[in-house]
């Protein structure tokens, strides 16, 4: 008996069932497997079609991950290095997270790291287990960090600077964006372009930092989701849902 819905990986969704464990569905209702891994307070898509697991001490700040395939097998379980801060993406074999001094730092498939980057002069936001409680695609978990599907991040730190790191770690481009402190943030590299979201409404700004245009009226609570192919961004407050071309 499932207690809660969990996500949806491949057309399966994963369960929370009664006893704490982790359950896959079929579309017909199936079981496909069930998994001794506790469910854990974070879950989201991981390599290989896998599912990650994070756990967080919300005491002390230690994480925990784990990797489950396909057939429900739990293939490895690792304590996260740093802690946990924020954030937790997988895009491609690299997992990305925001550690509890505020580094970004990146995993490989099996749970090792790969890399580090600290924001000079400033670090991104540490929320710690709280923001575990949000996730599906109208409560993005945080606005800190964005990876597009070549594996470029996009990580926003508290000063408003925005961060632009390869694979490797490499900076590829940091921009200042005027009046942007904590915002929803999402950038379209082909357009040359960043959409900012907020509370106090909508910016537009070109690669450069630039602001090209905004919108007081429209205010949103989450960062906008982009899509690329239109050149269209939806932004969601708490009783609207707006569609604009940036």
Not at 11 to 39: F, H, M, P, V, Y
């Amino acid at each position: 008996k499932p207690s809660s819905g969990i996500m949806a990986v491949d057309q399966t969704l994963i369960l929370e069932d009664s006893t704490k464990q982790l359950r896959a569905i079929d579309i017909s209702g199936n079981t496909l497997w069930q998994s001794s891994t506790a469910a854990g307070l974070f879950q989201t898509a991981g390599p290989a079609g896998g599912l990650l697991v994070l756990d967080v001490n919300s005491i002390s700040g230690l994480g925990e991950l784990a990797l489950i395939d396909k057939s429900g097998e739990q293939l490895w379980h690792r304590e996260l290095p740093g802690d946990f801060g924020n954030c937790l993406q997988c895009v491609g074999d690299r997992i990305w997270y925001v550690d509890g001094a505020g580094l970004l730092r990146c995993l490989d498939q099996d749970g090792n790291e790969v890399w580090s980057y600290v924001a000079m002069g400033s670090s991104f936001e540490v929320s710690g287990a709280q923001m575990l409680q949000y996730s599906g695609p109208w409560s993005r978990p945080s606005n800190v960090l964005e990876v597009l599907e070549d594996g470029t991040a996009l990580a926003l730190d508290i000063s408003g600077t925005l961060h632009m790191l390869d694979g490797a770690g490499t900076v590829i481009r940091t921009v200042q964006l005027e009046g942007v402190r904590g915002s929803g943030v999402a950038v379209d590299l082909p357009r040359e372009r960043i959409v900012s979201c907020d509370h106090s409404g909508l910016r537009v700004f070109a690669l450069d930092g630039r602001l090209l245009r905004s919108n007081g009226y429209i205010q949103g609570s989450q960062a906008p989701l982009l899509d690329r192919e239109r050149g269209q961004a939806y932004i969601m407050d708490e009783n609207s849902l707006y569609c604009v071309e940036y």
